[in-house]
Nanobody, 114 residues
């Protein structure tokens, strides 16, 4: 199973994007999910996580700007990205929290121009 993230693109500093990720599994509602990102030349990092019950956790660098949410009826997880900065430029991935190796998809590219 590979999770496919979508919704990335090229935006200017201060712009917004909404990323989506769907998983075609009936057990989605009980899985803690997260968004990760990997900038060029850097290690992949956790951006935001959401438990099956809806509790959220964010990296310090994105607090107040990014919002993770989920829709268990649609087996989907989202990442609303506001006030984007050039340092947010990366490939964004969704996966469980903690991540499952076989679930990594190709991610979606987010590029923020200055």
């Amino acid at each position: 199973l590979q999770l496919q993230a979508s919704g990335g693109g090229l935006v200017q500093t201060g712009g917004s994007l909404r990323l989506s990720c769907a998983i075609s599994r009936t057990f989605f509602s009980i899985v803690d999910m997260a968004w990760y990102r990997q900038a060029s030349g850097k290690q992949r990092e956790l951006v935001a996580a959401i438990t099956s019950g809806g509790s959220t956790n964010y990296a310090e660098s994105v607090k107040g700007r990014l919002t993770i949410s989920r829709d268990n009826a649609k087996n989907a997880v989202y990442l609303l990205m506001n006030s984007l900065k050039p340092e947010d430029t990366a490939v964004y991935y969704c996966n469980s929290a903690p991540p499952i190796t076989g679930w990594w998809g190709q991610g979606t590219q987010v590029t923020v121009s200055s």
